[in-house]
C-alpha cells in the first residue's frame, strides 16, 4: 500500500454555534482519487473546508503527510500542496484566462506545478480562450481554469468540490477525463460528488456523510453489491 497522503482522525468543525463535523474518520492514499458521497447539508463540503482550516472551530487530527494541520493557518495548509477547487469556482473576472492561471504562487514540494504548455494540453478549451476575460468563459470553462490553476501550483493532494454540478454532459465527460490523466500522473484527489454516475467510474474508494458522520466506507470493488445501501442513503 502506498504512502498515507492525508488522514483524518475524530475531526469536529463549527461554523459559529452550529457543530457540523461529528468524528469524521477517514484515510487517503498517496495516488487515490476518493469521492465523498452524501445529501446536501451533509457535511461533504464542511469537510474539504475543514481540512484546510476554512470552519470556525475546529478539534481532532488532520495529517497531510504525515504533518499535523488542526492548528495551522491556512496558507501553511496550502503550501504543504493541497489545492482546493471549492464549488464557486472564484475566477477573476477582470483577468484573462491566462492571467488567473499565471497569478497562483508555488505551493508543496515538488517547486512549481505543471507549465503552461502542459495544461493547454490537457485543456484544449482553455488555449483557445487564453485572451478571453474570466467573465466571458462558459461555466465549463471556468470550472477547466478553476482546476488548471491548482496545477500551476504545484499541489499533489486535489480537493475538488461537485466540479461536475450543473455542466453539460461534454464537459461532465472532459473533466473525467482530466481526473483520470492526473491520477496516472500520481496526483491524490479527495471529490465531493452529488453526480455518481461521474464518481463511480473515476474513485477507487468511496465514503458516504450523513449528519456530519462517516456512516459508509467501500472499495470500487463492492460498488454494485452496496446499490442497495447507496439508494437508501443517497437516493441514487
Not at 460528488?193 to 461521474?198: D, G, I, T
Request: aromatic share 6%; hydrophobic share 45%; proline share 4%.
Amino acid at each position: 500500500m502506498s504512502a498515507v497522503a492525508l488522514e483524518i482522525k475524530g475531526l469536529n468543525a463549527w461554523y459559529g454555534e452550529s457543530h457540523i463535523l461529528h468524528g469524521i474518520d477517514l484515510t487517503v492514499h498517496q495516488g487515490e482519487v476518493v469521492t465523498l458521497l452524501g445529501r446536501n447539508g451533509a457535511g461533504r463540503t464542511t469537510t474539504l473546508r475543514a481540512i484546510l482550516g476554512l470552519t470556525g472551530a475546529r478539534t481532532g487530527s488532520v495529517r497531510i503527510g504525515g504533518t499535523e494541520v488542526i492548528d495551522m493557518p491556512t496558507f501553511k495548509v496550502a503550501k504543504l500542496g493541497v489545492g482546493y477547487c471549492p464549488e464557486e469556482r472564484g475566477i477573476f473576472a477582470s483577468l484573462s484566462c491566462e492571467e488567473n492561471l499565471l497569478l497562483p504562487p508555488p505551493v508543496g514540494s515538488l517547486g512549481g506545478g505543471m507549465s503552461l504548455s502542459e495544461i493547454y494540453e490537457m485543456f484544449p478549451n482553455l488555449l483557445e480562450r487564453r485572451n478571453s476575460p474570466g467573465t466571458r468563459l462558459s461555466g465549463g470553462e471556468q470550472q477547466m481554469l478553476a482546476v488548471a490553476r491548482i496545477l500551476r501550483t504545484g499541489a499533489n493532494l486535489l480537493l475538488l468540490d461537485e466540479i461536475s454540478e450543473g455542466l453539460a454532459p461534454v464537459i461532465v465527460q472532459a473533466l473525467g477525463r482530466m481526473i483520470k490523466m492526473l491520477k496516472a500522473k500520481g496526483y491524490t484527489i479527495v471529490m465531493v460528488e452529488q453526480n455518481f454516475r461521474f464518481a463511480a467510474p473515476l474513485a477507487d474508494r468511496f465514503y458516504v456523510v450523513e449528519h456530519g458522520q462517516i456512516v459508509e466506507h467501500f472499495d470500487a470493488a463492492e460498488l454494485q453489491s452496496k446499490q442497495g445501501i447507496l439508494t437508501e442513503l443517497l437516493g441514487v
